[in-house]
């Protein structure tokens, strides 16, 4: 990983990010441990966890603590934070990341299937939320870091119920913020664009869509994981401590 800033505030402070497995979230979970951060993911992905815990712990002589959970069950997630609160101490920041963007089209949804997208990308952000505010209101400070997409800014196709979860959840950070900001909670939204992960990779990336995509960007380069995990420091940290009800777009330049 290349140099990055540091922030005080961060060390010994018990982070959650959901889906940390693989992906964008990977890069969060390894950034909070640069932090010296008491760290926690959750995820259903146990072998891709458990490489990441290796790869970082070679690394760094560190190991998050990993919970294997479906966000899906809103007990099995509760009971998941409490298991992490025992083992870590009462949570500072919570990282709402853990999504599925499984392309759908309109005449193949269910009312079935519709209802496991939100479960997927939108219910348990809020049920997370709701399980450590707790912890952050007896500190008197803390952050909740939720993370949306920019595919409904574009009115993008081909994923109505992905879309709708994610666009839902930049009035689920307003709303929150309102709530929890009298008790110094600071809820945020990143919004990614298109970030360039292994599954992207493997599922959608060809040369011709990269040339495409660089064209639509002011950045002229694809943007990584990191470009993402860089940003939630920030607005899990004390240097954005006039931040909330925000949703930041790192897209590279398309969102306007």
């Keep these: 990983m290349k140099e990055i800033a540091s922030y005080p505030s961060l060390k010994n402070k018990v982070v959650i990010i959901t889906g940390g497995a693989s992906g964008i979230g990977a890069s969060i979970v390894e950034h909070f441990i640069v932090q010296k951060s008491k760290v926690a993911f959750i995820d259903i992905d146990s072998k891709s966890a458990e490489k990441l815990i290796k790869r970082i712990y070679k690394k760094y002589k560190l190991k998050p603590f990993f919970i294997k959970c479906d966000l899906k069950n809103i007990s099995e997630l509760k009971e998941s934070i409490i298991k992490i609160k025992n083992k870590l101490g009462s949570v500072y920041t919570l990282v709402n990341n853990a999504a599925n963007d499984e392309r759908h089209n309109i005449d193949d949804v269910t009312p079935e299937y519709w209802d496991d997208r939100m479960s997927i990308n939108l219910k348990h952000y809020f049920f997370a939320s709701q399980a450590v505010y707790k912890d952050m209101k007896k500190m008197g400070k803390g952050t909740i870091v939720n993370i949306g997409s920019f595919s409904w800014m574009l009115a993008q196709g081909g994923m109505p119920g992905y879309t709708t979860s994610k666009s839902a959840i930049m009035g689920l950070t307003r709303t929150l913020a309102r709530d929890l900001g009298v008790h110094n909670i600071r809820v945020n939204c ?21 040339k495409k995509q660089i064209e639509r960007q002011c950045i002229k380069r694809m943007l990584k994981p990191e470009d993402i995990s860089k940003a939630v420091l920030f607005f899990a940290s004390d240097q954005s401590s006039g931040c909330t009800a925000q949703n930041y777009v790192i897209d590279g330049g398309i969102v306007h």
């Design 190 to 210: 990143v919004v990614p664009g298109w970030i360039i992960t292994e599954r992207q990779k493997k599922m959608w990336l060809t040369p011709e869509i990269e």
